[in-house]
């Protein structure tokens, strides 16, 4: 079965092709589902992790009705996916993962929670995604890293910053002032040592989700526990 998923900063390709063995595409924009559907032969489903929202007009979600409407299964996660994964899924899009149910649910609801900058080349995330932040919080404040009322001084900081701005280590400096320092080296021990990253988390749920979609056989055998 033809298959294309859209991928950028959330998750690098080399993973991604590790999970499953489909044609990946730079962050999806405006016009890219048409082109798709162009084809002699379009991909029976799609994949969208990343997509462009400054440098290009964002893809639309009629856009992915009309994908749906010509038979393709769309799937979403992780940041624009997401996004139009929430939107679309009453008329049968797949969302995938946390983020996902976050817009949703509606406890989160803009734009710019998901929105990164990146490398053109490498498509590397140069700064970090406030949902990002905001499960890696709940998870440091799990693991007492660090204090709620300090978890919640963190988010109120990076919120603030224009979202190019919000890098772990930029909030940590504009917090440092406030914190005694052992509390400090607790939370700046916890981001370095490997806050969780749900973008990529979701990412490799959607692969999952995909590779079960275009060959259930392989789901059916590792449920059996064969080799």
């Known amino acids: 079965m033809r298959a294309v998923v859209f991928i950028g900063p959330s998750i690098d390709r080399e993973s991604a092709s590790a999970e499953l063995d489909v044609e990946f595409l730079p962050p999806v924009k405006r016009g890219d589902l048409a082109e798709l559907l162009a084809r002699p032969e379009p991909p029976e489903a799609i ?12 893809i639309s979600p009629k856009e992915v009705l009309e994908a749906m409407d010509r038979g393709v299964t769309m799937f979403g996660s992780s ?43 490498n498509l590397a995330a140069l700064s970090e995604p406030m949902v990002n932040m905001r499960f890696a919080v709940a998870a440091g404040i799990e693991e007492g890293a660090f204090a709620p009322e300090t978890g919640e001084r963190f988010l109120e900081i990076a919120k603030e910053l224009y979202f190019p701005q919000r890098v772990n280590r930029t909030v940590l400096m504009l917090l440092r002032r406030e914190l005694p320092e052992a509390e400090y080296d607790r939370i700046a021990a916890f981001f370095a040592g490997g806050a969780p990253d749900t973008k990529r988390e979701d990412a490799l749920l959607l692969l999952a989700a995909m590779r079960n979609h275009l060959d259930p056989q392989i789901k059916s055998v590792e449920d059996r526990g064969a080799l």
Do not use: N, W
Not at 47 to 58: A, K, M
Not at 93 to 107: A, F, N, P, W
């Open 47 to 58: 994949g969208i992790v990343d997509g462009r929202f400054l440098q290009s007009l964002c």
């Open 79 to 121: 940041s624009m996916g997401a996004l139009r994964a929430a939107e679309c899924s009453p008329f049968g899009m797949v969302g995938v993962g946390k983020i996902y149910e976050e817009y949703l649910s509606g406890r989160i609801d803009a734009d710019d929670e998901v929105a990164v900058t990146y490398d053109e080349e």
